[in-house]
């Protein structure tokens, strides 16, 4: 019996105070095959993907999970690096439709798997459940735009206390400790604002790292600046980045892990 591949999750999308982002796009540029599942919520999207994840990891492959923002139980995409592959949701609040259709990205409509007499006499339904459902999102990304304007306040004294020099001197010290390859950078998020509220990955997703830097202090005490300007750093010295994203605010880098050095 082979070895089982390693399964890694990671959240590729968030709900943002910016709104609903995700990086899949980004994520599968470059890729040999793209494979976009298309169909109505329900269809069977998240769990032919984790099914098929599960599958692969089991016949030995490495695979990424890419959670998603909805429901973080469930997957919107599955990637396997050695065959540069993924199978993802192309249904999402942003559409995802292929960029070289027949060549290197496919379209698989699981609609036409379901038994469509079981729909018949459910249109009001699903009508009126899909208009609630776009209801409840305005109410919640009325909710966040709050909430950064809250938590902008918060950021506010620190921000003001902020002493650049120190923060520049901070970042030459780990720069010149960290840093003694191709360039190339992936972008997730480290958490994600869900329906079951916030999901954080930080610990799962850096656990194999053999250094960890933690920085700590209030909002707006500079760690965002720190991380941003180390990884800029880092990429003109050629290493491979991931950058962790907030996931309530997209701008904020949480977290870079260093692949070359882990």
């Known amino acids: 019996m082979s070895k089982s591949g390693e399964i890694r999750y990671l959240l590729t999308s968030s709900n943002t105070k910016q709104g609903f982002h995700t990086f899949i796009p980004d994520l599968i540029q470059g ?6 599942l298309k169909g109505a919520a329900g269809s069977g999207k998240s769990t032919f993907i ?9 016949k030995g492959y490495e695979i990424e999970f890419w959670i998603s923002a909805l429901d973080p139980v469930s997957p919107d995409g599955v990637y396997i690096p050695r065959l540069g592959a993924a199978v993802i949701n192309g249904s999402l ?11 290197t990205g496919h379209i698989i409509y699981l609609g036409d798997y379901r038994n469509s007499k079981d729909l018949n006499g ?3 339904e699903i009508i009126d459940l899909i208009d609630r459902q776009d209801e409840q999102n305005a109410k919640a990304f009325e909710v966040l735009r709050i909430a950064a304007q809250v938590r902008e ?13 120190n923060i520049r001197g901070l970042i ?8 003694r390859e191709q360039p190339g950078e992936r972008h997730y ?5 869900t329906a079951d509220g916030m999901v954080n990955y930080i610990d799962e997703i850096s656990y194999e790292c053999k250094r960890r830097y933690i920085l700590t202090g209030p909002p707006g005490s500079g760690k965002s600046m720190v991380i941003t ?3 800029r750093m880092a990429r003109e010295k050629g290493y491979f980045l991931e950058y962790y994203h907030c996931g309530f605010d997209l701008e904020s880098i949480v977290m870079v892990i260093i692949r070359n050095l882990q």
């Open 122 to 124: 459910k249109t009001r």
């Open 229 to 231: 300007e180390l990884a």
């Open 189 to 193: 998020f480290a958490s994600a604002v």
């Open 50 to 58: 984790r099914l098929l994840g599960e599958s692969l990891s089991e």
């Open 172 to 179: 030459e010290e780990l720069a010149s400790e960290l840093l």
């Open 93 to 103: 609040p942003q559409p995802i439709d292929p960029r070289y259709p027949g060549a």
């Open 31 to 36: 890729l040999r095959k793209i494979y976009i």
């Open 153 to 165: 306040e918060v950021k506010r004294p620190a921000r003001d206390c902020l002493s650049v020099a």
